[in-house]
């Protein structure tokens, strides 16, 4: 089945404790990307990746860190994680397109 | 850098009766215009997209229409049904699909 898988689901953490935020995707796509979603916002980039080794800035980039050193996978990074980055946070691939494929969401809330 | 605002924020509707929702967008580098609706708890997924060369596009009750001209775009749906209630995002991005812009979404409810 093809599919975006995002893990965890769900994350409780303390403001400084670094966290990984991993995402794979099994449909050979060269473009992935991370959104957060917040009420009122709606989905806003953080990161993107056209290819492997290759990565740059969305919208609001400030206090993430990605890396693809694989086609497969894009984890997010956060390296001291502040309350204002309470979030939902989507994964999502696509072919390059058009059409982004979403994972199910991972929801973060840092204490 | 883009900027998309979408309008209403909440839509409540009579199911069998239509639901439009507006997007303008700012930025003319912009030419692919898709919309997502997101059931609640799960995530986003593409319902129809256009592109600039194209001014209008139908998929059975969902349609979108596209001036490039006055930069707005608008997502009309006929004859809703309950399962249409949901969020729906309209979104923005270059010629080259990297960067995504999005709207800040529009809640539609459909009374049985």
């Known amino acids: 089945e093809a599919q975006v898988t995002q893990n965890p689901r769900y994350l409780i953490t303390v403001t400084g404790k670094k966290l990984t935020v991993t995402c794979s995707q099994n449909m050979n796509h060269e473009y992935m990307s991370w959104y957060r979603q917040d009420p009122g916002l709606g989905l806003r980039q953080i990161y993107y990746s056209m290819n492997v080794e290759v990565t740059d800035k969305g919208d609001v980039p400030e206090g993430y860190k990605v890396s693809r050193k694989e086609k497969r996978n894009f984890p997010l990074i956060l390296e001291s994680p502040s309350p204002n980055q309470t979030s939902l946070y989507f994964c999502a691939s696509s072919w390059g397109t058009g059409e982004l494929f979403f994972g199910e969401g991972s929801r973060l809330t840092v204490l | 850098g883009e900027n998309v605002e979408q309008h209403p924020s909440t839509l409540s509707v009579q199911e069998g009766d239509s639901a439009v929702i507006k997007c303008t967008y700012s930025d003319s580098a912009s030419n692919y215009f898709p919309w997502y609706k997101q059931e609640l708890g799960k995530r986003p997924q593409l319902i129809i997209d256009i592109r600039s060369n194209v001014g209008e596009k139908k998929d059975q009750r969902i349609a979108v229409t596209l001036n490039k001209t006055a930069k707005h775009f608008s997502l009309h749906i006929t004859e809703t049904q309950p399962e249409d209630s949901a969020v729906y995002f309209c979104?923005?991005?270059?010629?080259?699909?990297?960067?995504?812009?999005f709207g800040s979404g529009t809640k539609l409810n459909v009374k049985p």
């Open positions: 979104a923005a991005s270059p010629y080259n699909f990297n960067k995504f812009y």
